[in-house]
């Protein structure tokens, strides 16, 4: 496969089948995500699988659509298979790197999130990094210990559904060359 071709076939997808995702294509798609650069190789991501299907409906509800946390859930949510849910453990992090740490755990736990995401449409899942829910609900729903962050939920399941891709902003806006805002070489 052509290594763009590899990357575009990853979209946020928001529909799916009942098939179900098998032990072998999670244990795939963690692998995936373990195999992200972190700082200081310290690992900060941490993961929960959520299968039952009550859990689930239960975190869809605890989401939101657009900018509000008030707005309606993403009630898509529920039909996927499978909820991963992406919690960040920046304690040692923070211990080794100071303030910085909070930071660096952060962009750590993204770059698994990608590497999920990517591993899931290499498998032909479909996936969607979410970000629109209220952790203050789901935290207590998934034990999730205080000094632990919920930072994503990724659902995830089979899909039929290939959506148009979504449009890149112009390469001019987001590429310079020697000083911010040149676009000349
Ligand atoms: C940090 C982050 C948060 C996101 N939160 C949501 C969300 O709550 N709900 C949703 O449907 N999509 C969410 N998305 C997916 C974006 O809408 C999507 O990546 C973007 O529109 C580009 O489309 P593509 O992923 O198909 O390329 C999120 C993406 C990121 C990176």
């Not at 869809?60 to 659509?65: G, I, K, L």
């Not at 790197?97 to 909070?102: I, L, S, T, V």
């Not at 998934?142 to 089979?158: D, F, R, S």
Request: with cysteine; hydrophobic share 40%.
């Amino acid at each position: 496969m052509e290594i763009l071709d590899f990357f575009r076939k990853r979209k946020s997808i928001r529909q799916f089948t009942k098939q179900k995702v098998s032990d072998n294509f999670l244990d795939k798609i963690i692998t995936a995500a373990e195999l992200a650069p972190s700082a200081g190789n310290l690992q900060p991501w941490r993961f929960i699988v959520v299968k039952d299907e009550e859990m689930i409906k239960l975190i869809t509800e605890s989401t939101y659509q657009g900018a509000s946390s008030t707005n309606p859930p993403q009630s898509w949510i529920k039909e996927a298979d499978l909820l991963l849910v992406v919690c960040i453990d920046n304690q040692k992090t923070v211990e080794k790197y100071g303030e910085m740490g909070a930071a660096t755990s952060a962009q750590d736990v993204a770059a698994a999130v990608e590497n999920i995401l990517l591993a899931a449409a290499g498998l032909d899942l479909g996936a969607c990094w979410i970000a629109g829910f209220r952790e203050a609900e789901i935290r207590p729903i998934l034990q999730i210990p205080e000094q632990v962050q919920l930072t994503a939920l990724i659902p995830l399941g089979h899909t039929e559904f290939d959506p148009p891709r979504r449009k890149r902003l112009p390469r001019k806006e987001i590429l310079f060359y020697e000083k911010y805002n040149n676009n000349k070489i």
